[in-house]
């Protein structure tokens, strides 16, 4: 018999486990990712290649819509994302970033985290784990 008690032990672990992974996680730059010149020193300007299915290539073909994406990052966005250097994990960026912002590092890391989701949904960042927490070992 199970009790409501030992499920919510069982839950909580799970979501501590989860969390110490999120800290874990190392934020990868796309490599197909290219810098654009740009005429304000202040913009970082990036282009990603569009990936779509073959039923979704064909409507993009015959609609010609672009097979790239252009971004501008600026500020603060260009900041994180010039500090993600494929080595670096999601923890010590937020430490990092709450250190020079001279905030806390729950703030700091609800403002990555938020930041971060956006970047992987525009194909810019990818997050990855290291080698030793999927359980490779070469």
Known sequence: MEFAS??????????????????????????????????????????????????????RRLLRAPKTCCYILEGVGREVYEDIDDQRNFEQLIDRFAERHRLSFLESRALLAQYLQILTKKGLVVATMPRGELGITN
């Open 6 to 59: 030992q499920r919510i032990v069982s839950r909580t672990e799970k979501e501590t486990e989860r969390f110490r992974q999120s800290l874990r996680a190392v934020p990868v730059r796309n490599r197909g990712v290219r810098v654009l010149a740009s005429e304000n020193e202040a913009e970082l300007h990036l282009e990603v290649s569009l990936t779509f299915g073959s039923a979704l290539g064909v409507l």
